[in-house]
């Protein structure tokens, strides 16, 4: 067991500032809500908090198409009219809107997640959170599921400088099928995911049978889900999968994307987890003592998700939280019972117990087929990506915040609801 983690935060409060549209259940102010209940709680005095730098097109690039980061950097709200064959091209549109400052947020939260995966590479720390990524949907050329840029992908790909084996582990209750696309044809990255599958369900692209190609044959692991599955079930096939996963790969870093999606009572969700069972798996993979590199992902209750990734934050620092949610900028979003703990899922479990045994006898199976701990030839490690001059004093990526005053953010009119005055409740879901 190692002492004690060191565990570094990335936030940025201009992440949150942007909106989708009026309609569209994807919120990035609930990273602001998560923020501030971090900070309510105390916990950014238990780690480094830091800015992470914007990342810059050439790094995207590292995975998408240079055509389709172009595009997104120069496409905006104004002139998107001008670009309806690119739109198409791309998969932009209802789903994956063109709104305001688009490009700048894939920055900040990709850049989050490559500065996380650094500082492990590093050693500087042990786990490294961002909660603002996860977004695990988007392809190399376009757009996907609410996701522009898969900083999920592009943190993989700076931890494999260092690691041989990395594990991605996926917990939102949509597939995570642009990372598993990323890395389907190679045995250097072993993803993991459980989801919901079945009902024509977003993506609808996957199946237990789905496991990877070429070398990446059997190191594609899918647990696909039906409606309504509880804490006990999905913990107990996550500890079960995860634990003979990490024997058999011997991951040297894993990336754990907490989409908060999976949780009851999610607007887009059909499972039944609470809060902490959701959590639980935040310990069982910590308890590894493997560099963590944690993210966010779905999740579209957006106090719940705010809930949920601070009780994780908190997991993650070993810190237990009261239940009582402390007064904080957001706290009438938590109204009327201000507490942490939400309510248990009411949707009937149509995971059977002999279902579940035999996705875990499924994927056990498989997992007798990988060559154990799969080497890699030794080669010089390449150097974090070149990065064009810039001003070093605008660009300071360790830059430490100032706890409240630096990321304080104004909450907009038009996210905030009570009752029936919901913008977003008008949806046809």
């Known amino acids: 067991m190692r002492s004690k983690d060191k565990i570094s935060y990335f936030y940025d409060g201009d992440v949150g500032s942007v909106y989708f549209g009026p309609n569209h259940p994807m919120k990035p102010h609930r990273l602001c809500m998560t923020h501030h209940l971090v900070l309510a709680y105390d916990l950014h005095k238990k780690m480094e908090i830091y800015r992470p730098h914007k990342a810059y097109p050439v790094e995207l690039a590292q995975f998408h198409s240079a055509d389709y980061v172009e595009f997104l950097h120069r496409i905006t709200p104004d002139t998107q009219h001008l670009f309806s064959n690119e739109l198409a091209r791309y998969n932009l549109g209802e789903d994956c809107p063109v709104f305001e400052n688009l490009f700048e947020f894939c920055q900040i939260y990709a850049g989050g997640t490559i500065d996380a995966a650094r500082r492990l590479n590093n050693q500087l720390f042990d786990i490294a959170i961002n909660w603002a990524g996860g977004l695990h949907h988007a392809k190399k050329c376009e757009a996907s599921g609410f996701c522009y840029i898969n900083d999920l992908v592009l943190g993989i790909l700076e931890l494999l400088k260092y690691h041989a084996r990395v594990l991605y582990i996926d917990i939102d209750v949509h597939h995570g099928d642009g990372v598993e696309e990323a890395f389907y044809f190679t045995d250097r990255v072993m993803t993991v995911s459980f989801h919901k599958f079945g009902d024509m369900f977003f993506p609808g692209t996957v199946v237990l049978k789905d496991i990877g190609e ?37 991951p040297g870093a894993i990336v754990l994307q907490c989409g908060a999606d999976s949780l009851a009572g999610d607007r887009l969700g059909c499972f039944n987890l609470s809060i902490d069972g959701h959590a639980e798996c935040v310990k069982i993979v910590k308890k590894f003592n493997l560099p963590l590199l944690v993210t966010g992902g779905g999740g579209y209750t957006k106090e719940n998700v705010a809930r949920c990734w601070t009780v994780e934050t908190g997991v993650l620092l070993d ?33 059977s117990k002999s279902y579940l045994k035999t996705i875990t006898m499924q994927v056990l199976e498989n997992l007798r087929s990988i060559q154990h701990a799969p080497g890699v030839q030794m080669q010089e490690v390449p150097p974090d990506f070149y990065i064009p001059d810039f001003d070093e004093d605008e660009q300071n990526a360790d830059e430490r915040m100032d706890q409240h005053t630096q990321d304080k953010q104004i909450q907009r009119d038009d996210e905030y609801y009570d009752g029936d005055n919901d913008n977003d409740h008008n949806m046809d879901m």
């Open 319 to 351: 810190t237990e939280l009261p239940n009582e949610i402390p007064e904080n900028e957001y706290i009438k979003y938590f109204a009327p019972d201000c507490l942490l703990n939400i309510p248990n899922g009411h949707i009937e479990n149509l995971n």
């Open 214 to 250: 070429r070398e990446g044959k059997y190191y594609a692991i899918n647990v696909p889900l039906k409606d309504g599955i509880d804490d006990n079930s999905f913990t107990r096939l996550f500890k079960i999968i995860i634990s003979k996963v990490v024997e058999m790969y011997q």
